[in-house]
């Protein structure tokens, strides 16, 4: 095994989040559809997507470098929203958690001098940039045309 033991286990536990998070944006997805917001839950469906992708690229690293792969059981997602702000906000929050998740474990990479393992998160923490900035401009959106007005989002995501 390439990887200290510490360092596969936090990986498996963020394969579970990453799966939990696919699982969170269909959840935002079906409400979205449930509210006839067909680009919103497009957008949702893709970043569900996104995830599963993010998933299966630590999956598929644990395995290349001689690990185990363990997928924890995973908590269902929050069902129930009222507005597009709401689903936004808690999708900003889960991608704050992720990026410490994500800084947790370049922080065991660095203890462990896995260089390999601190490239290969040089990807994701890129990529969280991305993703809280995507949410961020988002719930801007939402908050400047308010819930009564949230079908406008509709030709903006
Ligand atoms: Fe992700
Ligand atoms: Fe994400």
Redesign the pocket.
Known sequence: MDISKKLNDAINAQIGH?FE?TLQYLSMAAYFEEEGYKNLAKRMYEQAE??HA?GMKFFKFVLERGGKVEIPTLPGPKAVFTSALEVFKAALAWEKV?TKNIYNLVEIAIADKDYATQQFLNWFTN?QIE?EANMEGYIKLAEKVGKDHEYLLEGHV
């Open positions: 990453e998070a996104e995830e993010h992720v990529e993703e």
